[in-house]
């Protein structure tokens, strides 16, 4: 019964019809972020595309300017000097033929996969596996370089990685309720610019069409797409 409390008491004051600026919607939600403990603050994206088609897949990699408030655990697929670079620029976890056997038995300890071009064929055996929990590197959203120390260095100091679901959607944490409001509509906006940028050429008129914030625990209040930044709601 306590749970329903607290869920309608964060309901209380949010008009589910209405859609709020970004900054009053970032309020909103920050001020009914009740958990004991720190809750992540999510954006959800409905995209005008249909993700079936190759011409309408959108995918990318933003570096959040405020950061994202988790501690990402970061492996490195590379060899000699490249696995020295990874070691030096703070990956926790940094192997080839010996990382792919420990992946293979399921022992997946990371949160972000980097791999140097040269070691690819041999990822590519774990697609299986690092696919659908969307950990394959990709050089699309820069987790296939030969820069693995840039690489390391944003996936730890918040870079987010996001790609269309299914249903046209994407969704993303951008930060925790402990930042303050205009940290976390910065992110916000540095995501909507970055999905905007990644606009397929497949896709047909408005691109974002809604958008909405919440909290792990909380509810979502619906946000004004003319308030993201210039251009975001075309």
Known sequence: MAAGKRVRSAREG????????????????KER?????????EVAMNLGVDPRHADQMVRGVVSLPNGTGRSMRV?????????????????????????????????????????TPDMMPLVGRLGK???????MPNPKVGTVTADVASAVKDAKGGAVEFRVEKAGIIQAGIGKA???EPQLVENIRALADAVQKSRPAGAKGTFIQ????????????RVDTSTLGAGSAS
């Open 178 to 180: 402990s930042f303050a």
């Open 33 to 41: 972020a009740k958990a004991k403990f720190d809750e992540t603050i």
């Open 210 to 221: 809604r958008v909405a914030v919440s909290s792990t625990m909380g509810p979502g209040v």
């Open 129 to 135: 596996v690092l696919g659908p929990r969307g950990l």
């Open 75 to 115: 492996a490195v697929f590379a060899r000699g000097d490249k696995a020295e670079e990874a070691k030096k620029a703070g990956a926790d976890i940094v192997g080839a033929e010996d990382l792919v056997e420990t992946v293979q038995k399921g022992e997946i300890n990371f949160d972000r996969c980097i791999a």
């Open 14 to 29: 949010i008009d589910r019809t209405k859609t709020y600026s970004l900054e009053d919607a970032v309020k909103l939600v």
